[in-house]
């Protein structure tokens, strides 16, 4: 009767910690296999290699190619790329959904403006023509 009887605090606790530690392996593995198919993924639509993947989950990925940055993440069994630019009037950071290297070269063509930036941009056009409206009435 030397061995003292585990309690049931214990045992729970012991059995959580368990739990996580096994919770947290398979979502390391998870989170690396995305990050493979990502790669892959990404190499078949854009035709290139990236330089640098940073797994982030299970279902989101940053990759890195030729000076730009992608976030990729799994939506409805797919993947889904993300540019990530510049908005040309503040300089946040805005994303852009491409599916093709004609998608992509369509996102660095266009100018690239924030959500927040637009809707200054049209408050500020709005209270112009409201301002033109009573001057005229």
Same mark, same amino acid.
């Given at each position: 009767?030397?061995?003292? @009887?585990?309690?049931?605090?214990?045992?729970?606790?012991?059995?959580? /910690?368990?739990?996580?530690?096994?919770?947290?392996?398979?979502?390391?593995?998870?989170?690396? @296999?995305?990050?493979?198919?990502?790669?892959?993924?990404?190499?078949?639509?854009?035709?290139?290699?990236?330089?640098?993947?940073?797994?982030?989950?299970?279902?989101?990925?940053?990759?890195?190619?030729?000076?730009?940055?992608? /976030?990729?993440?799994?939506? /409805?069994?797919?993947?889904?790329?993300?540019?990530?630019? @510049?908005?040309?009037?503040?300089?946040?950071?805005?994303? @852009?959904?491409?599916?093709?290297?004609?998608?992509?070269?369509?996102?660095?063509?266009?100018?690239?403006?924030?959500?927040?930036? /637009?809707?200054?941009?049209?408050?500020?056009?709005?209270?112009?023509?409201?301002?033109?409206?009573?001057?005229?009435?």
């Amino acid at each position: 009767m030397g061995k003292k @009887k585990e309690r049931l605090i214990e045992k729970a606790l012991r059995t959580y /910690r368990e739990h996580l530690e096994f919770r947290r392996e398979v979502e390391k593995k998870e989170t690396q @296999k995305f990050a493979e198919e990502a790669r892959k993924e990404f190499t078949q639509r854009f035709e290139t290699e990236p330089e640098r993947i940073t797994a982030v989950s299970p279902n989101e990925c940053h990759l890195e190619c030729d000076g730009l940055k992608f /976030r990729a993440v799994m939506t /409805r069994g797919d993947f889904r790329f993300y540019v990530l630019l @510049k908005c040309e009037k503040c300089q946040r950071t805005t994303e @852009k959904w491409v599916t093709s290297l004609l998608s992509l070269g369509e996102a660095l063509t266009e100018q690239c403006i924030c959500f927040e930036c /637009r809707e200054a941009e049209l408050k500020s056009m709005m209270e112009a023509v409201s301002e033109r409206g009573e001057e005229e009435g």
